[in-house]
């Protein structure tokens, strides 16, 4: 199994926009939704939002609905964060994964991330 590639991050201004991408590499067959983490400094992995690998369901964590929307692009087998009105607090590295059931992963098993910071 090829881990998932994460891009898209850089360094912007408080309010300003980012779309992150997650080139999936998962094969075979799994109704587990997909979803995105971020790691802040000093803090422990968490989830932000999820989406359905079926209907295209979305979920998100209270930190961020509002302001970041997931999607995904099956024929690509490519996932998307667009992320508004950035806060310094949305500092981290940003994750995605394949295979999430409510918000958690089921294996631990992560790419590189990518690197958003966001300046005051």
């Known amino acids: 199994q090829v881990p998932p590639v994460e891009s898209g991050g850089g360094s912007v201004q408080a309010g300003g926009s980012l779309r992150l991408s997650c080139a999936a590499s998962?094969?075979?067959?799994?109704?587990?939704?997909m979803g995105w983490y971020r790691q802040r400094p000093g803090k422990e992995r968490e989830f932000i939002a999820g989406?359905?690998?079926?209907?295209?369901?979305?979920y998100y964590a209270d930190s961020v609905k509002g302001r970041f929307a997931i999607s995904r692009d099956n024929a690509r087998n490519t996932m998307y964060l667009q992320m508004n009105n950035l806060k310094p607090e949305d500092t981290a590295i940003y994750y995605c994964?394949?295979?999430?059931?409510?918000?958690?992963?089921?294996?631990?098993?992560w790419g590189q991330g990518t690197q958003v910071t966001v300046s005051s």
């Open positions: 989406i359905t690998r079926t209907d295209g369901d979305t």
């Open positions: 998962k094969r075979g067959f799994s109704t587990n939704d």
């Open positions: 994964n394949e295979d999430v059931i409510a918000g958690m992963p089921v294996y631990d098993y």
